[in-house]
């Protein structure tokens, strides 16, 4: 069975600065998919980043990059000039590659606090 | 914009009771899961299905809770009889899986409380 995990159930980060949320896991399998999801308090779960496990080229959405280091089963969110409206729950999420579908195994979250 | 709706929002009831989440996933995904969302059990994976057919409920309690998909347009989730430690934010999502990858979008969940 995959697990993730995300070591660092809270986190702050000043207005503008650059913060790194950590996540691994554990998986036998060559191709997956990563995947950060955002929760802020309105509790909507939002996709953040998607990253395809054969892809060695770090995904990229705005201010939102990840570094993805598959041999060590690594998979890190780094969000750059953080902004108020990024506090929320951040989870690390592993999808493997199923012939019958797909299912989503999550990490404990991460709770990121941006102050002013 | 495509959404998965979920009904309804919030849901207070008493130990005993029935209760039936809805969800309606976007139109034309093909898989749809449930999942349950504690403090300490974090996100968990209730069940899911593909092409309406149920493929794992492994995570579901199967005495007390039960998932279908009538249609394409309808996912239910129902718990009978509800207990205390039911209690929690039930996300329904939904996907289109066609050998590939695709993003889980997910509604803005059902609060259960169970008194």
């Known amino acids: 069975a995959q697990t993730v995990t995300q070591s660092q159930p809270e986190m702050s980060v000043q207005e503008a600065e650059t913060v790194t949320l950590s996540c691994t896991y554990d998986?036998?399998?060559?191709?997956?998919?990563l995947f950060w999801y955002k929760q802020p308090p309105s509790r909507q779960m939002i996709l953040v980043i998607r990253q395809e496990a054969y892809k060695q080229q770090n995904a990229t959405e705005n201010r939102f990059s990840v570094n993805f280091q598959k041999a060590a089963k690594s998979f890190s969110l780094k969000i750059s000039d953080s902004q108020l409206g990024d506090t929320a729950m951040y989870f690390c999420a592993f999808m493997k590659l199923e012939t019958s579908g797909s299912r989503l195994t999550f990490g404990e979250g991460t709770q990121l606090t941006v102050n002013p | 914009d495509a959404r998965v709706t979920q009904t309804p929002r919030h849901k207070v009831t008493e130990m005993g009771q029935e209760v039936t989440m809805r969800c309606q996933p976007i139109l034309g995904h093909n898989t749809v899961f449930w999942y349950r969302q504690t403090m300490m059990q974090g996100l968990e994976l209730l069940a899911y299905?593909?092409?309406?057919?149920?493929?794992?409920d492994s995570g579901m309690p199967k005495d007390r809770f039960s998932a279908e998909m009538p249609d394409a347009t309808l996912a239910t989730l129902k718990i009978q009889p509800s207990e205390p430690r039911d209690s929690a934010v039930y996300f329904c999502?939904?996907?289109?899986?066609?050998?590939?990858?695709?993003?889980?979008?997910f509604g803005n969940g059902t609060r259960l409380t169970v008194t």
């Open positions: 998986t036998s399998e060559n191709n997956y998919y």
């Open positions: 299905f593909r092409n309406r057919a149920p493929l794992d």
């Open positions: 999502a939904s996907g289109l899986m066609v050998g590939n990858n695709s993003p889980l979008h």
